[in-house]
Antibody
Framework: QVQLVESGGGAVQPGRSLRLSCTASGFSFSTHAIHWVRQAPGKGLEWVAVVWFDGNNKFYAESVKGRFTVSRDNSANTAYLQMNSLRAEDTAVYYC???????????????WGLGTTVTVS | DIVMTQSALSLPVTPGEPATISCRSSQSLLHSNGNHYLDWYLQKPGQSPQVLMYLGSNRASGVPDRFSGNGSGTDFTLRISRVEAEDVGVYYCLQSLESPNTFGQGTRLEIK
């Protein structure tokens, strides 16, 4: 079964850190980019970051640049979002989503996890 | 950053009637490969988002053919030919031409 499962969310005080994980199964994880998208309570979707298939390219939203770091371990089929210097405005459900395979056609973010909740207060 | 604007925040529709959701980008989403990097996502109540359309006009796997997408340059639309009750939720456009990717603010489709 093709799926992504996020974990690592929780309640944390402002200024502290948290690391989210996104574990994949059912597909070739090492050939796909992984995106992180968040949704604050009652708000819309906000793209946060992406890590390319090989981990060599990473991009961030301006709102998290310098505080969040995305990475991946292809041997563990897992991507990570390290979140430092957390703020109240980082409170959200964090989703990971499968991005494109550079050797295949583009299909958008075609697989999403159920999300993990981060509360900063 | 590319700014994505969805003109309607809410769209009440009668079942069986068509619906059109618009999205505008602050710059062209046309890639040198000829594709427009504009996707549509639907987030149904209590669920994770799901992709509906990619590259502007390509239906994702399993998406009913009552959904269609078109547009070019900076203006794009998602059309539902006959709205059904299961189509309720928030529709988002996303540009993936360049990083940071950016979403529109969402359009909530409601059943009258």
């Amino acid at each position: 079964q093709v799926q992504l499962v996020e974990s690592g969310g929780g309640a944390v005080q402002p200024g502290r850190s948290l690391r989210l994980s996104c574990t994949a199964s059912g597909f070739s994880f090492s050939t796909h980019a992984i995106h992180w998208v968040r949704q604050a309570p009652g708000k819309g979707l906000e793209w946060v970051a992406v890590v390319w298939f090989d981990g060599n390219n990473k991009f961030y939203a301006e709102s998290v640049k310098g505080r969040f770091t995305v990475s991946r371990d292809n041997s563990a089929n897992t991507a990570y979002l390290q979140m430092n210097s957390l703020r109240a405005e980082d409170t959200a459900v964090y989703y990971c989503a499968r991005g494109p395979n550079p050797w295949s056609n583009y299909y958008g973010m075609d697989i999403w996890g159920l999300g993990t909740t981060v509360t900063v207060s | 950053d590319i700014v994505m604007t969805q003109s309607a925040l809410s769209l009440p529709v009668t079942p069986g009637e068509p619906a059109t959701i618009s999205c505008r980008s602050s710059q062209s989403l046309l890639h040198s490969n000829g594709n427009h990097y504009l996707d549509w996502y639907l987030q149904k109540p209590g669920q994770s988002p799901q992709v509906l359309m990619y590259l502007g006009s390509n239906r994702a796997s399993g998406v009913p053919d009552r959904f269609s997408g078109n547009g070019s340059g900076t203006d794009f639309t998602l059309r539902i030919s006959r709205v059904e009750a299961e189509d309720v939720g928030v529709y988002y456009c996303l540009q993936s031409l360049e990083s940071p990717n950016t979403f529109g603010q969402g359009t909530r489709l409601e059943i009258k």
